[in-house]
C-alpha cells in the first residue's frame, strides 16, 4: 500500500502533468487515490481545470480583457 501513497506536493505535480496528458497509468491509480481522500488535492484539481477552460489563448500576445479575468475570478470564488 505504501507504493499507492503519494504526498499533496507529488499529487498536485501529477494534476498538473495530466492536463498535458503526459501520466501514466501507474501515476494515475495514485493520484485517484490521493484525490479520494485529499479534499484539497481535489479543489486543486477542480481549480486548475477551471482555469486551463477558461483561458484558451491563442497567442502569447493576446490579453485577456477586463470581462473576462472577472469571469475567471469569480468562477474561482465559486469552487467550492
Known amino acids: 500500500m505504501r507504493l499507492l501513497n503519494i504526498s499533496c506536493k507529488k499529487a498536485t505535480y501529477l494534476v498538473s502533468k495530466k492536463e498535458q496528458k503526459r501520466i501514466n497509468l ?7 487515490i490521493h484525490l ?3 479534499v484539497l488535492c481535489r479543489r486543486f ?5 477551471l482555469i486551463i477552460k477558461n483561458v484558451t489563448l491563442t ?7 477586463d ?10 470564488r465559486n469552487v467550492p
Open 45 to 49: 484539481e477542480k481549480q486548475s481545470n
Open 26 to 32: 501507474f501515476d494515475r491509480i495514485k493520484l485517484r
Open 59 to 65: 497567442s502569447a500576445d493576446e490579453k485577456l480583457s
Open 67 to 76: 470581462e473576462a479575468k472577472d469571469r475567471i475570478i469569480e468562477s474561482l
Open 36 to 38: 479520494s481522500i485529499c
